[in-house]
């Protein structure tokens, strides 16, 4: 059974950094894609960064380029997000979440199968 356990979730000022970490057990970490997700209140979940454990390509949302970066360890079969210059509309519950099939990173929250209980982030003015 997949399991996905979020830590690193909290409350931060704009310009401030958070770092999330996914312990992921159950499922091989190669060959799959991994991400994260957010879902801010009255808001549809939207992929924010993900990558391909298999080949190691990368997606991220536009409006978070340049300031987050996602990294996975194969051997702690963990995953990351570095949040960094962190501004009032990053503020969401982050998810993290499996893809099993997939040869590049996905972006849609369709795709993927195993999800994490979430963790908030707030970033306030």
């Known amino acids: 059974q997949v399991q996905l356990v979020e830590f690193g979730g909290g409350s931060v000022k704009a310009g401030g950094s958070l770092s999330l970490s996914c312990a992921a057990s159950g499922y091989s970490y190669s060959s799959n894609c991994m991400g994260w997700f957010r879902q801010a209140p009255g808001k549809q979940r939207e992929g924010v960064a993900t990558i391909y454990t298999g080949g190691g390509s990368t997606y991220y949302v536009d409006s978070v380029k340049g300031r987050f970066t996602i990294r996975g360890d194969k051997d702690k079969n963990t995953l990351y997000l570095q949040m960094d210059n962190l501004k009032p509309e990053d503020t969401a519950v982050y998810y993290c979440?499996?893809?099993?099939?997939?040869?590049?990173?996905?972006?849609?929250?369709?795709?993927?199968?195993?999800w994490g209980q979430g963790t908030q982030v707030t970033v306030s003015s």
């Open positions: 979440a499996v893809a099993e099939l997939c040869w590049v990173a996905l972006p849609a929250v369709d795709d993927y199968t195993y």
